[in-house]
């Protein structure tokens, strides 16, 4: 085997912090170094829990620890929304290689502006879209970018959650603490299904949204949200709430001319339900239902990251694709204007 890649963390209050960093230490060609975490409170908190993922890490005191050894080639940016993009710009500039969770941030010229630097110095930039090696959401790419489902003529994206007023564990991941982006529960999570709906459909040309306070004791917290994407010849709509019971109906369905799918939960995934106007490629007319393999979060991912890392592959998205899903996310945010 070749030498393993030395890794580190930056960062440990995104929601995926805890899942990331497992996977990471996990891959057989990875050494992880360590963990930063900026909050000397949050790392207390972590270190007080009793959770062996965060006992038995190394933690750096200061990031030029990490940033400055020049061993550590690639390191994942895993903190809160609101500070996560100026993590990733000191790990760009340090010339590290990121995985970098979602969202970008919500400053796209500031993102723009590390994307350029990275494209300069031939680094990767891989955003945590964790449902890019999800085997449903594969197979409807598939179909949908092959021409087998005719004309896609309309794509349907439902994602919502529930989360509580306040998370006692991590604040910021409560609706309280989430509050601080206008649009809420569609900036934290509106970037998963955008990240799918632009790999189909590619830019959008109008973006509509719709942002409400249906729910929530904190006013300011937009808990049910919608947002409208017109193309020439398609519409796609993206409706995430952080106020629907669990377990969550999480959906997303494709419609084209000569046929559609549909899944429904995506995790664990149910069957894939595809329906052909016409028997094709060993698929009989009507509606098919395929079996979909459950598969972890984060580990197909970062597995594509590190073969891109050795050379052994190309990125599964282009810088270009990463940079027109935040573009678009800021678009629906109101971040940036239609």
């Known amino acids: 085997m070749s030498a393993m890649l030395k890794m580190a963390q930056y960062g440990t ?21 360590g963990i930063y975490e900026p909050d000397p409170a949050r790392k207390a908190q972590l270190l007080a829990s009793g959770n062996p993922t965060w006992m038995n890490a190394h933690w750096f005191d200061d990031p030029v620890e990490f940033l400055d050894d020049p061993d550590i080639i690639a390191v994942s940016s895993e903190g809160a929304n609101r500070e996560s993009l100026g993590h990733t710009e000191q790990i760009i500039a340090a010339g590290k290689h990121v995985f970098y969770d979602k969202p970008a941030g919500d400053d796209f010229t500031r993102f723009g502006r590390i994307v350029e630097e990275a494209r300069q110095k031939s680094l990767l930039i891989q955003m945590g879209y964790m449902f890019r090696n999800h085997d449903g959401f594969e197979r409807i790419a598939e179909f949908a970018r092959s021409g087998f489902l005719g004309h896609v003529f ?48 590619g830019r959008p040309d109008r973006v509509t949204s719709f942002m409400q306070n249906s729910a929530s004791e904190k006013r300011e917290f937009m808990d049910n949200t919608l947002t409208v994407l017109e193309y020439a010849r398609a519409i796609a709509t993206v409706d995430i709430a952080a106020v629907e019971p669990q377990p969550m109906a999480r959906r997303f369905e494709v419609y084209g001319t000569d046929g559609s799918a549909i899944m429904e939960p995506m995790e664990p995934p149910g069957g894939l339900r595809l329906t052909l106007l016409k028997a094709k490629d060993g698929y009989p007319a ?21 073969r891109s890392i050795r050379g052994e592959a190309e990125p599964e998205r282009s810088l270009e694709h990463e940079l027109q899903v935040q573009e678009t996310l800021m678009r629906v945010t109101g971040a940036l204007a239609d």
Request: charged share 15%; no cysteine; net charge negative.
């Open 13 to 33: 209050k995104h929601g995926h912090a805890q899942g990331v960093y497992e996977v990471m230490s996990a891959h057989p060609e990875v050494h992880m170094a």
């Open 154 to 201: 309309q794509v349907r994206a439902h994602m919502s959650t529930w989360i509580p007023e306040q998370n006692p564990d991590n604040p910021v991941l409560g609706r309280l603490g989430l509050a601080h982006n206008s649009a809420g529960i569609m900036y934290d999570l509106g970037g998963h299904m955008l990240d799918q709906i632009v790999w189909l459909l």
């Open 286 to 306: 009507g509606v098919s239902v395929i079996k979909l393999e459950d598969r972890p979060r984060y580990v197909g991912g970062f597995a594509a990251f590190v």
